[in-house]
């Protein structure tokens, strides 16, 4: 082919191209959004919508309705659905909505299309046909351009979609039923149920409160959870994550709404005054306190039931559980503490030192990739289970730290030190050890780091990680001996 017939093409190509996207794509685009009922409508331009539906009635109220919008280049009508939307009730200010299905109606809105049309000449002029004449569903809307009445008819199960007219508009529509379903629902529908929201990485100290019992907790750092009253020791933070679920789970099955002037006394008429539970939430720096105050009310309906009635800040309203669960809350610190306290990954462990009452002290180092017992290559597999072991040890009970008690630690059952690497740019290794000292009535008193915090293993428990010289050696296989026999 000939450079001339080859610019030719290109210039055919680029032809055909430039009407693509020149012509074609923005014509595609605009047939689009030609049938859109509100082409051009962002969510922050609808002011109100009343939902109604027979003796039900619903108004949202946009917060942030703003009447001009600009459209930036990096705007797509399809994603006219703000995302920082503030809707409330019409008749209850300060209720706070479930973002979700409140988006879902905007967007059924937004994305409502008249693109089916019943023909004039088969149009029924009896509009009860189509469930017109009484409507199951009437949505008013208020926004930038004016006011729209839609009334939604029945659902044409052949063709799955509802007949549908709107003011300003002749004829009857036949539209998805997403609009129906969006907003087929109550005002408690539409309410948030999860009031308490916080994530567990951004919590930096928990207060629990019942009655005259205290809990507190204080994250440091690294170091995880640390119980800090009514006694110090190191907290687990699987439990206290569990404790930060109960708390996140409080979600209302109902409201009780009330006047900022009428605070006090509903309060105290529910018992919040003096609440049964108080939890306060400090996040990190900047972050907003979470409160949660709730009490155990007595059922109006059935007296032998109880209802948890909660609030969460400074709401101007209250949360109705419909059963009791405050007790699912526990006081006893006990239940919070960490019971493996001397976990660490075995792949950071440089240098073991073991030493048993009576017995030689055993030292394994780690040199390159094989663990050595002295000079002796030790059985790689079985210093790997003392490892894990180690590792997997927990506690079964705690002492009490107050009472004035020998636990054995000076003249220790058995001591085990490791120094750990536990980052790659760490210059020295760093030891840590685990002491057990005198013989209990279910196992052995036992500390890891803090000899404050002395908890109780089991002797099954102590049996596993007290190897002995010989169980860490490889086992030495006699040679076999040939004997042969000469024929006389």
């Known amino acids: 082919m000939t450079g001339k017939k080859m610019l030719v093409l290109l210039l055919i190509l680029l032809g055909v191209l430039a009407y693509i996207f020149l012509y ?32 039900r009635r619903v ?11 600009t459209f930036g280049k990096e705007d797509k009508e399809k994603d006219s659905v703000s995302k920082n939307s503030v809707w409330e009730l ?53 926004y ?12 044409n199960d052949y063709v799955f979609k509802r007949y549908f007219q709107v003011s300003g508009k002749e004829g009857v529509y036949l539209i998805s039923d997403s609009l129906f379903t969006a907003a087929d629902k109550n005002e408690l529908d539409f309410r948030k149920k999860n009031l308490v929201s916080f994530s567990d990485f951004e919590v930096k100290k928990l207060n629990v409160s019942k009655g005259s019992l205290k809990l507190v907790f204080e994250k440091q750092g690294d170091e995880g959870w640390r119980i800090v009253d009514p006694i110090q020791a190191t907290g687990s933070s699987e439990k206290i994550s569990a404790l930060l679920r109960e708390v996140r789970d409080y979600k209302a099955e109902d409201f009780i709404d009330f006047l900022q002037n009428e605070a006090d006394s509903v309060l105290k008429q529910n018992r919040l005054d003096l609440p049964d539970l108080s939890v306060r939430i400090e996040r990190a720096e900047g972050a907003d306190v979470v409160q949660l105050l709730a009490s155990e009310v007595q059922d109006l309906a059935d007296a032998s039931k109880k209802t948890t009635v909660f609030r969460v800040d400074q ?50 180092e780690l040199e390159k990739e094989d663990w050595k017992l002295g000079s002796e290559k030790a059985d790689q597999a079985f210093v790997q289970q003392f490892y894990k072991n180690l590792s997997d040890l927990a506690a079964i009970s705690f002492a009490d730290e107050a009472q004035s008690k020998n636990f054995g630690f000076d003249t220790p059952t058995l001591k085990i030190t490791l120094w750990t690497n536990k980052f790659e740019s760490d210059e020295k290794p760093t030891p840590i050890s685990l002491v057990v000292g005198a013989e209990t009535e279910n196992g052995y008193y036992a500390f890891a780091k803090d000899p404050k915090e002395v908890f109780v293993i089991s002797k099954e428990a102590l049996k596993n990680i007290s190897p002995s010289r010989e169980t860490l050696l490889p086992v030495k296989t006699e040679p076999t001996v040939t004997v042969s026999v000469s024929p006389n």
């Open 90 to 142: 019409g008749n209850k200010a300060g209720a706070v909505l479930d973002t979700s299905l409140v988006q879902s109606l905007s967007t059924a809105l937004l994305d409502l299309k008249l693109d089916t049309a019943i023909p004039k000449d088969e149009l029924d002029s009896d509009l009860g046909v189509y469930g017109l004449q009484n409507p199951e569903m009437t949505i008013k809307i208020a």
């Open 59 to 69: 108004s949202l109220l946009n917060k942030n309705y703003k009447p001009e919008v």
């Open 315 to 364: 709401l101007p309203f209250l949360g109705k559980i419909n059963r009791s669960v405050i007790s699912r809350i526990s006081m006893n610190p006990i239940d919070y503490r960490e019971k493996k306290l001397f976990s660490y990954g075995s792949d950071v462990i440089k240098k073991a030192e073991i030493e048993r009452a009576g017995q030689e002290k055993l030292v394994l």
């Open 24 to 55: 074609e794509i923005p014509k595609s685009k605009e047939k689009e959004t030609a049938d859109l009922l509100l082409k051009g409508i962002k969510e922050e331009q609808i002011q109100r919508i009343e939902i109604t539906k027979g003796d």
């Open 144 to 155: 930038a351009k004016g006011e729209l009445d839609l009334r939604l008819g029945k659902k």
